[in-house]
């Protein structure tokens, strides 16, 4: 089982709006609603951010959002501010009780 | 509050074992599947495997086949993994995370980690 592809960084400005991509096939990300995205800080445990592509956890701030097209989800974060800055990994279902995680991206806030 | 509590750092030394729990509230226990996800130093989170505590029913990542093993106790709601014949790049922090038992598949709730260290 191949890791999803994401980009290795995205950079924004405070108050912009960014975009992390992440590409699997149709026997994972396309396959499946139980695509999750996760905040990781280092040393931290990693945080549920979106669930079952575009569900927002409670507590987890309206600027995040999540979809899907065909094999690639999308976790958007408007309004991109200073604590947005970690790691964020993507997550599927891949079928026979197997996941997947994405290869992860760092978000840098300018 | 679920919480979930991760046994202590770990060194080790190539072709050891290592044996890491997961302690969860009994609530905790009976309504979720557990996982063990790593992350080594400099690389992304991996995804392990998958124990039903109450059933024993298990789901392994590929890469790990052969030498990753889980077990539950449900007298004490803990889940163990242990890994076998270790390799420098099993160096890695170890997290326990749980998903609830209607199959949606996210891990809303994680350990702290446990660090395991294999050097010789």
């Known amino acids: 089982q191949s890791a999803l592809t994401q980009p290795a960084s995205v950079p924004g400005s405070p108050g912009q709006s960014i975009t992390i991509s992440c590409t699997g096939t149709?026997?994972?990300?396309?396959?499946?609603?139980?695509v999750s995205w996760y905040q990781h800080h280092p040393g931290q445990a990693p945080k549920l951010m979106m669930s079952?592509?575009?569900q927002r956890p409670s507590g987890v701030s309206i600027r995040f959002s999540g979809s899907r097209s065909g094999n690639t989800a999308s976790l958007t974060i408007s309004g991109l501010q200073a604590e947005d800055e970690a790691d964020y990994y993507c997550?599927?279902?891949?079928?026979?009780?197997?996941?997947?995680f994405g290869t992860g991206t760092h978000v840098t806030v300018l | 509050q679920v919480q979930l509590v991760q046994s202590g750092a770990e060194v080790t030394k190539p072709g050891a074992s290592v044996k890491v729990s997961c302690k969860a509230s009994?609530?905790?226990?009976?309504?979720?599947?557990m996982h063990w996800v790593r992350q080594a130093p400099g690389q992304g989170l991996e995804w392990m495997g998958i124990?039903?505590?109450?059933?024993?029913?298990?789901g392994f990542a590929q890469t790990f086949q052969g030498r990753f093993s889980m077990t539950s106790d449900t007298s004490t709601s803990t889940v163990y993994m242990e890994l076998s014949n270790l390799r420098s790049d099993d160096t890695a922090l170890y997290y326990c995370?749980?998903?609830?038992?209607?199959?949606?598949?996210?891990?809303?709730?994680w350990g702290q980690g446990t660090l395991v260290t294999v050097s010789s």
């Open positions: 995370a749980r998903s609830d038992l209607s199959g949606s598949g996210f891990f809303d709730h």
């Open positions: 009994q609530s905790t226990f009976i309504t979720s599947y």
């Open positions: 124990i039903n505590p109450n059933t024993g029913g298990k």
């Open positions: 149709s026997s994972d990300v396309g396959g499946y609603n139980a």
């Open positions: 079952e592509v575009s």
């Open positions: 997550c599927s279902y891949a079928g026979s009780s197997t996941f997947v």
